[in-house]
């Protein structure tokens, strides 16, 4: 909350938000929409990745990208999963809300019916786990007292224990369809990721109440 | 040939120097005219003796021909709190010191940090009370801003200690007080949220005071909407805050000065008043200080202390990017 104070800044512009591209997008116009935010050229098939909406520019990016663009205060605001926070945990931004949309899990899963996570902890004393997550495997399985080799991948991680990379992966999983599919299971829950609205440093405290306005209606619009 | 240099240093060449000595230059002219005397402290010290400082641990840790530990500053802070104690006893305090020198730390790659990088700052050490000598210190940062053209700039002021005394006050439980503060020290209000909402025992009013103040900023008048929701020992955990804000006021800097209820650094020598700068230009924080009592009582005597030290080379940056804005501005609308 700002209390209108005199300040020797006139920040200049349009905030910018930075929205994510893939699963997230879809909500988060659902969101704009509720927002009072025009998502017509946001929804048009245009390839512009920077809409200029008026009193609002929204950049859209990879949602891994946005605490990059929040961070560096190329982005006043952000949305992205909660799994790209917890991975990108060094970047500096406020947390500001939890937005309530884009449930998923992450989850350390394995092949059905397969003992080899729990074989190679006991004969080998580690793990190998591939995931596209690997600052939070480590984390997870350092704090739960286990030693795994974390082999980082870009693609499809359901393919690693398919095909022998790895025994087990740490991924974020939304139906859990993927992984039925290729014929992996569940066998911890780390940790449930929702939407969040992420807010770079300077701009939370300069651009007062045009920022706390925006946070607001996006706090008001989330389900 | 190419030879390489560790990530995180880099060479200086002509045009980049000549403006960085031009932002030093008017710096410390600023803070010679203000009556501090420019003191230099090696950038190699002892390990032991940094480590008692406190502060962020020194990165680069080196033998010498002895064995003894050596290791380079992390900052300039540490370094004058030993001066003073160890070169200064003999004269009365207050001393008013500022310095400019290179400072190291360790990086994370690929992320533009600099493992070598430029501070200058203050150091008012000793001598009258506090809210003087927090006014006295912002009054030559501002001017210090002023001096290299960065007037949109604006220097956020905080209390260290209000968030926590609040929390004391309000009687939360020591475990509970610790994780709240974690979370606010990661900027994570979701969860400082989450683990006030779990907090038993709380009266509503409390309640929203721990969740709302974090994110109460701007004039003079937050304090007073901060008690209006919390109460008493608001008032309490404030009340110092209140008095350096009254006496920025009477000074005439207050319009420049942005209270911060939900500031809080995370060295551990802080004790009282917290400052960050900031510009419009630029997304990271310019610099910062505050007050830090704890300090000097670690290398001598008790003595209170206050500072600020503001990052050159991001000076530079924010000042490279408002002559950007303001030529746009005069060019106008295409």
Do not use: W
């Given at each position: 909350?700002?209390?209108?104070?005199?300040?020797?800044?006139?920040?200049?512009?349009?905030?910018?938000l930075?929205?994510?591209?893939?699963?997230?997008l879809?909500?988060?116009?659902?969101?704009?929409?509720?927002?009072?935010?025009?998502?017509?050229?946001?929804?048009s098939?245009?390839?512009?990745?920077?809409?200029?909406?008026?009193?609002?520019?929204?950049?859209?990016?990879?949602?891994?990208?946005?605490?990059?663009?929040?961070?560096?205060?190329a982005?006043?605001?952000?949305?992205?999963?909660?799994?790209?926070?917890?991975?990108?945990?060094?970047?500096?931004?406020?947390?500001?809300?939890?937005?309530?949309?884009?449930?998923?899990?992450?989850?350390?899963?394995?092949?059905?019916?397969?003992?080899?996570?729990?074989?190679?902890?006991r004969?080998?004393?580690?793990?190998?786990?591939?995931t596209?997550?690997?600052r939070?495997?480590?984390?997870?399985?350092?704090?739960t007292?286990?030693?795994?080799?974390?082999?980082?991948?870009?693609?499809?991680?359901?393919?690693?224990?398919?095909?022998?990379?790895?025994?087990?992966?740490?991924?974020?999983?939304?139906?859990?369809?993927?992984?039925?599919?290729?014929?992996?299971e569940?066998?911890?829950?780390?940790?449930?990721?929702?939407?969040?609205?992420?807010?770079?440093?300077?701009?939370q405290k300069?651009?007062?109440?045009?920022f706390?306005?925006?946070?607001?209606?996006?706090?008001?619009?989330?389900? | 040939?190419?030879?390489?240099i560790?990530?995180?240093?880099?060479?200086?060449?002509?045009?980049?120097?000549?403006?960085?000595?031009?932002?030093?230059?008017?710096?410390?002219?600023?803070?010679?005219?203000?009556?501090?005397?420019?003191?230099?402290t090696?950038?190699?010290?002892?390990?032991?003796?940094?480590e008692?400082?406190?502060?962020?641990?020194?990165?680069?840790?080196?033998?010498?021909?002895?064995?003894?530990?050596?290791?380079?500053?992390?900052?300039?802070?540490?370094?004058?709190?030993?001066?003073?104690?160890?070169?200064?006893?003999?004269?009365?305090?207050?001393h008013?010191?500022?310095?400019?020198g290179?400072?190291?730390?360790?990086?994370?790659?690929?992320?533009?940090?600099?493992?070598?990088?430029?501070?200058?700052?203050?150091?008012?050490?000793?001598?009258?009370?506090?809210?003087?000598?927090?006014?006295?210190?912002?009054?030559?940062?501002?001017?210090?801003?002023?001096?290299?053209?960065?007037?949109?700039?604006?220097?956020g002021?905080?209390?260290?200690?209000?968030?926590?005394?609040?929390?004391?006050?309000?009687?939360l439980?020591?475990?509970?007080?610790?994780?709240i503060?974690?979370?606010?020290?990661?900027?994570?209000?979701?969860?400082?949220?989450?683990?006030?909402?779990?907090?038993?025992?709380?009266?509503?009013?409390?309640?929203?005071?721990?969740?709302?103040?974090?994110?109460?900023?701007?004039g003079?008048?937050?304090?007073?909407?901060?008690?209006?929701v919390?109460?008493?020992?608001?008032?309490?955990?404030?009340?110092?805050?209140?008095?350096?804000?009254?006496?920025?006021?009477?000074?005439?800097?207050?319009?420049?000065?942005?209270?911060?209820?939900?500031?809080?650094?995370?060295?551990?020598?802080?004790?009282?008043?917290?400052?960050?700068?900031?510009?419009?230009?630029?997304?990271?924080?310019?610099?910062?200080?505050?007050?830090?009592?704890?300090?000097?009582?670690?290398?001598?005597?008790?003595?209170?202390?206050?500072?600020?030290?503001?990052?050159?080379?991001?000076?530079?940056?924010?000042?490279?990017?408002?002559?950007?804005i303001?030529?746009?501005?005069?060019?106008?609308?295409?």
């Open positions: 909350m700002v209390v209108a104070g005199p300040t020797s800044a006139v920040p200049y512009g349009a905030l910018r930075a929205v994510p591209r893939g699963a997230l879809g909500e988060t116009l659902d969101l704009l929409d509720r927002a009072d935010v025009d998502t017509t050229s946001l929804r098939d245009s390839r512009a990745l920077i809409f200029d909406l008026g009193d609002l520019v929204v950049v859209t990016m990879r949602p891994s990208d946005v605490p990059t663009y929040v961070e560096a205060g982005a006043d605001l952000g949305i992205t999963g909660k799994d790209v926070l917890v991975e990108q945990s060094d970047r500096v931004a406020y947390e500001l809300s939890d937005l309530r949309y884009g449930h998923c899990r992450m989850v350390l899963a394995g092949r059905r019916g397969d003992t080899s996570l729990g074989e190679s902890a004969r080998l004393g580690v793990m190998r786990i591939a596209k997550y690997p939070t495997a480590e984390n997870y399985f350092a704090e007292g286990r030693q795994v080799e974390v082999i980082e991948v870009k693609g499809s991680v359901e393919l690693a224990p398919l095909c022998g990379l790895a025994d087990g992966i740490v991924d974020l999983v939304a139906t859990g369809r993927t992984l039925d599919e290729n014929g992996l569940v066998r911890e829950e780390i940790r449930g990721c929702t939407a969040r609205l992420i807010a770079n440093r300077i701009s300069l651009r007062g109440e045009t706390d306005a925006l946070v607001a209606r996006l706090e008001g619009a989330a389900p | 040939m190419i030879h390489p560790p990530e995180g240093t880099r060479d200086i060449l002509p045009d980049e120097m000549l403006e960085l000595r031009r932002i030093e230059q008017a710096l410390r002219e600023t803070f010679l005219g203000a009556g501090y005397g420019e003191v230099a090696p950038a190699l010290e002892y390990h032991a003796v940094l008692r400082g406190g502060g962020t641990r020194s990165a680069f840790r080196i033998f010498d021909e002895t064995g003894g530990m050596l290791a380079l500053r992390s900052d300039i802070t540490v370094p004058i709190a030993r001066l003073v104690q160890s070169r200064l006893n003999a004269i009365e305090p207050p008013r010191l500022c310095y400019f290179n400072s190291y730390r360790s990086i994370r790659p690929q992320r533009g940090q600099m493992r070598e990088f430029m501070q200058a700052g203050i150091e008012l050490v000793g001598g009258g009370g506090q809210e003087p000598a927090t006014t006295e210190v912002i009054r030559v940062l501002s001017s210090a801003l002023d001096a290299i053209g960065l007037t949109r700039a604006v220097i002021l905080g209390d260290a200690d209000l968030y926590r005394a609040l929390m004391v006050e309000i009687g439980a020591e475990p509970e007080r610790d994780a503060l974690a979370a606010l020290l990661k900027h994570d209000l979701v969860e400082l949220r989450a683990l006030v909402v779990a907090a038993g025992g709380l009266q509503e009013g409390h309640r929203r005071a721990l969740i709302e103040i974090p994110t109460m900023r701007g003079p008048e937050v304090i007073a909407c901060a008690i209006a919390g109460g008493e020992p608001v008032r309490r955990a404030s009340d110092r805050l209140a008095r350096t804000c009254a006496m920025l006021d009477d000074l005439g800097i207050a319009d420049r000065v942005q209270l911060d209820l939900g500031l809080l650094r995370d060295l551990d020598y802080y004790t009282g008043v917290i400052l960050e700068v900031y510009d419009p230009a630029l997304g990271h924080i310019l610099g910062g200080g505050g007050q830090y009592d704890a300090l000097l009582g670690r290398y001598g005597p008790e003595m209170p202390a206050t500072g600020f030290s503001l990052y050159v080379e991001r000076l530079h940056i924010a000042q490279a990017e408002e002559e950007r303001s030529r746009a501005e005069a060019a106008g609308p295409d």
